[in-house]
């Protein structure tokens, strides 16, 4: 009797040995619990035409309007979140240049600023502020009719002018590409421009370059290319022109000039005006009036005579006007 007494309490020992701890158990249950509940998730999204996979597990999961289970917030908590672009600000990325201004750059408004024809810019720039409070104009063309006027000195010592009375922003952009002037005449050497980013070569903001001395910005031609034309009525730089009037207050363009070459027409088109430059001894009265002609009427903001040997109104075809300079 004694030794079926030991067996049973030993088969009852091992029977409880085997028999799994109270956190065991749970974890059995919770297991069981994920794979019914897969399974069925499994068997209704069958019937779903349209399911999001998860990329964590292979389980997959209604579109929220079409499930018939509650969303999931996870899914809801991303959806929701906002979408933040960092700008950075364009004039910390700008590249600075020393400039080397000579007197034979004819830049007045830097070199010698007490002399009439300094003086005379200054009230150029002012005519042009005061016309600013009846009209758009921040994207001034400065063009002429030929070659050897002086346009890209006008354009040079008009922004020098701007950037010394305002405490606005002022880019001047060499937009005559085929003979670049501006260039040379700040002494800032050969840099990549308005060409290298038309031609996609580079970033905006690494084409722009900022000049202490005379306060102001510059865009450099850059290297033109045989298409410069093409490159010009690309479309693109409709684009680069609208952002710039976003960075800038003033944007002075040195174009070619009107008559021999159709790369004017394209800036006139995007500019607010046209301040055509004439020179005194050069510009025939026939050359004149073509270039006149060639300008959009309501675009023409007015015309100057450069190398003028003296002030009088006579000397001034259309004001805001210049006084004299010898180029």
Known sequence: MSRIFEALQRSEAERSSDLPSLEEATEILQRAERRAASRWQAAVLAEQPDVVKSADDDVSFALPEQSPVAETPAISAIAELPQVEERLDPFEQFQSLQVSITPQSHLVSVTNRETPAAEAFRLLGVRLRHLRRDRTLKKLVITSTIPQEGKSMVAGNLACTLAQKTQQKILILEGDVRRPTLSKMFGIGKNPGLCEWLEGERRLESGIYHLAEPGLWIMPAGRAPSNALELLQSGKLSKMM???????????????????????SVWMRLADGVLLTTRQGITMKRQLQKGLDAIEPKKLIGALVNSSKNAADSDYYYGPSSGQHND
């Open 242 to 264: 609208d952002q710039l009037t976003t960075w800038f207050d003033w944007i002075i363009i040195d174009s070619p000039p009107v008559l021999p070459l159709a790369d004017t």
